[in-house]
């Protein structure tokens, strides 16, 4: 189900969903979402107080979620080539920079944009992410929930997604986010279904090389933000990504799961802005 600011670019190997929002003169700030989540798990209230700060926010399916198109369907990828796309998007964009914020697999995705397409990476930011999936690593019931085949009806299918973000969310907040959790999961299940695609993105996260060694190599303004509530990925995932990058500023949020509360919104707004600032401007 597609929606008026939803645009296409032919890529290499996919044709690539994105919103593209904001002043176009403005600073890009491209977000990048995690595994089996589309462009629309990123909050429109975040998207728009970026908007309002200048940003010109681009925010795109990965291959293998959303509305995103496979021109050739592989059976196995790695996470070079995700991050591959989002180069190409800049390239098609002609956006030679951009702030590169990344959630959850995303935030391994803007990792290997950092380090493979460093002149690309005007600054960093990795939201509930880690170096490598074995840092921080979930428990196996929350891996199984990750992984549950959805059943046939649509109710029930809506009613399970809601139940994982529950599972792995803010327990908080909890209540202030069931109606959003609800909302968001039937969003995403009328908007795509990609049932195998979240196997492949699984696989390309297990198989990805360590990226510590090569995250201290890095010399550019880097954020770092994780919640102590998050079972999924948990938080010696941020704090490894801490460590590892020698400029970066970490925010650790203790009532923060899985997930981006509404009452977290305004400090990860004001955070990111704040990081994005240290660059020297080349607008």
């Not at 003169?25 to 798990?41: A, D, F, T």
């Amino acid at each position: 189900m597609s929606d008026k600011r939803d645009q296409f670019a032919e890529l290499t190997t996919v044709k690539m969903c994105f919103r593209d929002e904001g002043n176009s003169e403005g600073e890009p700030l491209l977000l990048i979402m995690g595994l089996s989540s589309q462009l629309i798990h990123w909050p429109q209230e975040i998207v728009d107080a970026l908007v309002e700060r200048g940003y010109r926010v681009i925010r795109p399916d990965n291959r293998d979620s959303g509305l995103t198109e496979w021109k050739s369907t592989p059976s196995q990828y790695y996470l070079r080539a995700l991050a591959r796309d989002t180069v190409e998007l800049l390239d098609h964009l002609g956006i030679e920079q951009a702030h590169v914020v990344g959630a959850s697999m995303g935030g391994m995705i803007a990792q290997l944009l950092a380090i493979e397409h460093t002149a690309r990476v005007l600054s960093l930011c990795s939201i509930m992410s880690t170096p490598h999936i074995s840092i921080g690593m979930a428990d196996g019931n929350v891996l199984e929930e990750l992984t549950k085949p959805l059943p046939p009806g649509r109710e029930d299918a809506i009613k399970q997604i809601a139940g994982l973000y529950a599972t792995i969310g803010s327990k908080t907040y909890a209540d202030s986010e069931s109606e959003r959790r609800l909302a968001l999961a039937t969003q995403a299940y009328d908007r795509a279904q990609h049932p195998e695609g979240g196997t492949r993105q699984v696989t390309a996260a297990l198989i990805a090389p360590d990226r510590t060694k090569r995250l201290q190599q890095l010399r550019l303004p880097a954020l770092v933000i994780h919640g102590g509530e998050d079972p999924l990925i948990k938080i010696a995932g941020g704090e490894a990504t801490h460590a590892a990058l020698a400029d970066s500023t970490y925010l650790p949020l203790d009532a923060m799961g899985h997930d981006l509360p509404v009452p977290l919104h305004d400090q990860i707004v004001a955070s990111i802005a704040k990081n994005a600032a240290r660059v020297t401007s080349r607008f």
